[in-house]
Nanobody
Framework: QVQLVESGGGSVQAGGSLRLSCAAS????????MGWYRQAPGKQRELVAR???????TYADSVKGRFTISRDNAKNTVNLQMNSLKAEDTAVYYC????????WGQGTQVTVSS
C-alpha cells in the first residue's frame, strides 16, 4: 500500500508564498507522474501541476509563471512552490502519484486572503 503525506499548507496574504511538500512511502515499484490537484468550495477538482518521472512539467494556465513543481525520485517526494498567491488559489490541495494505480494524499488547506 502506498501512502502520501502532505505538508506545508496554511494561510497567507495575497502576494505571499507557500511551499507544499508530499512524501510517498510504502510498496512502490515504479512511480510515474506525480503532482497536485486542488478543489475549491463548490468547484470541481482541477489539475494544478504535474511532473513526469523524467521531469516534464505541465501547469494549469492559471498558475503558470507563479507555481513551480519539482520532484526527487530518490526520496519519492514532490514539491510545489507557490508564489504571488491570489485569493482564487484558495483550495484544498491534493498530492497524487501514478503507478499502475493512482494514489492520493489526504489534502492540505491553502487559504489566501486579499
Amino acid at each position: 500500500q502506498v501512502q502520501l503525506v502532505e505538508s506545508g499548507g496554511g494561510s497567507v496574504q495575497a502576494g505571499g508564498s507557500l511551499r507544499l511538500s508530499c512524501a510517498a512511502s510504502g510498496s512502490i515499484s515504479s512511480i510515474g507522474a506525480m503532482g497536485w490537484y486542488r478543489q475549491a468550495p463548490g468547484k470541481q477538482r482541477e489539475l494544478v501541476a504535474r511532473i513526469s518521472r523524467i521531469g516534464r512539467t505541465t501547469y494549469a494556465d492559471s498558475v503558470k509563471g507563479r507555481f513551480t513543481i519539482s520532484r526527487d525520485n530518490a526520496k519519492n517526494t514532490v514539491n510545489l512552490q507557490m508564489n504571488s498567491l491570489k485569493a482564487e488559489d484558495t483550495a484544498v490541495y491534493y498530492c497524487f502519484l501514478s503507478t499502475d494505480t493512482d494514489y492520493w494524499g489526504q489534502g492540505t488547506q491553502v487559504t489566501v486572503s486579499s
